[in-house]
T-cell receptor, first 115, second 112 residues
Framework: RKEVEQDPGPFNVPEGATVAFNCTYS??????FFWYRQDCRKEPKLLMS???SGNEDGRFTAQLNRASQYISLLIRDSKLSDSATYLCVVNDPNAGGTSYGKLTFGQGTILTVHP | EAGVTQFPSHSVIEKGQTVTLRCDPISGHDNLYWYRRVMGKEIKFLLH????????ESGMPNNRFLAERTGGTYSTLKVQPAELEDSGVYFCASSHWTYEQYFGPGTRLTVT
């Protein structure tokens, strides 16, 4: 079982649509949660951190359910520029639990927004 | 503020050769990380430095990989000798604390 699982898509939606991505993680000790976006042949860029209370940044809303080990991202009013791969990322401890630097990535969900 | 920089952007080497990748973190970031993505797979953690100390190197695949961060500034990742399966994109990231990591553009390594 993958440590972070995402639906790989692809998702093809028209401009203005609402699209939701889901993600589950297996390590209950994961501490922090993020959505990154990655454009083709570019580096991952932090889109937003995800908090237990849920958080919103403009058209983007992220939710975290620690009990279910589930993370979601909702994009409203999709733009052409939202086309990218969306990466669900968790921050895991090292084997001794002394360090939380390691990010564990999902395989990414591909989104294409068309006119 | 300058972001994370990596050099070279691309490297093509033959199996058995040595390659050294360099990463310059964002100024003031004590935490530096190496990741890689091999074709068709998700991005995988390699190791984490805090200043010049290796905090976690659990992701290093084998002893052909050597990472250093002398002086706690830039870091190098050396692969010696390179194998075909080492091909992929090597990303460096840095952070002030151990969250919200910022990634460099990556080095695309091709071993032929």
């Amino acid at each position: 079982r993958k440590e972070v699982e995402q639906d790989p898509g692809p998702f093809n939606v028209p401009e203005g649509a609402t699209v939701a991505f889901n993600c589950t993680y297996s390590n209950s000790a994961s501490q922090s949660f993020f959505w990154y976006r990655q454009d083709c042949r570019k580096e991952p860029k932090l889109l937003m951190s995800v908090y237990s209370s849920g958080n919103e940044d403009g058209r983007f809303t992220a939710q975290l359910n620690r009990a279910s080990q589930y993370i979601s991202l909702l994009i409203r009013d999709s733009k052409l520029s939202d086309s990218a791969t969306y990466l669900c990322v968790v921050n895991d401890p090292n084997a001794g639990g002394t360090s939380y630097g390691k990010l564990t990535f999902g395989q990414g969900t591909i989104l294409t927004v068309h006119p | 503020e300058a972001g994370v920089t990596q050099f070279p952007s691309h490297s093509v080497i033959e199996k058995g050769q040595t390659v050294t990748l360099r990463c310059d973190p964002i100024s003031g970031h004590d935490n530096l990380y190496w990741y890689r993505r091999v074709m068709g797979k998700e991005i995988k953690f390699l190791l984490h430095f805090v200043k010049e100390s290796k905090q976690d190197e659990s992701g290093m695949p084998n002893n052909r990989f050597l990472a250093e961060r002398t002086g706690g500034t830039y870091s190098t990742l050396k692969v010696q000798p390179a194998e075909l399966e080492d091909s992929g994109v090597y990303f460096c990231a840095s952070s002030h604390w151990t969250y919200e990591q910022y990634f460099g553009p990556g080095t695309r390594l091709t071993v032929t």
